[in-house]
């Protein structure tokens, strides 16, 4: 009973799943909006002059490392 209960339940979900099978063109274009307003915004706040500091202060504390 439990096994069919189960199975039933797969078979409405994989049917489910199947009918929307990707990203329609304009949801592919806000997806792709945002993925680039979000690299702009990483982009900018990594080279600002603070980050860029603290970046450049921990690549020398590791190159000065001695072995």
Excluded: H, N, P
Excluded at 49 to 56: K, N, T
Aim: proline share 0%; glycine share 10%; charged share 20%.
């Amino acid at each position: 009973m439990c096994g069919q209960v189960w199975v039933r339940t797969l078979r409405r979900w994989a049917r489910a799943v199947g009918r929307d099978a990707g990203m329609v063109t304009s949801e592919y274009a806000m997806g792709l909006i945002a993925a680039v307003g979000f690299a702009g915004l990483l982009y900018k706040v990594v080279t600002s002059g603070q980050v860029r500091a603290a970046l450049q202060a921990v690549v020398e504390k590791a190159l000065d490392v001695q072995f």
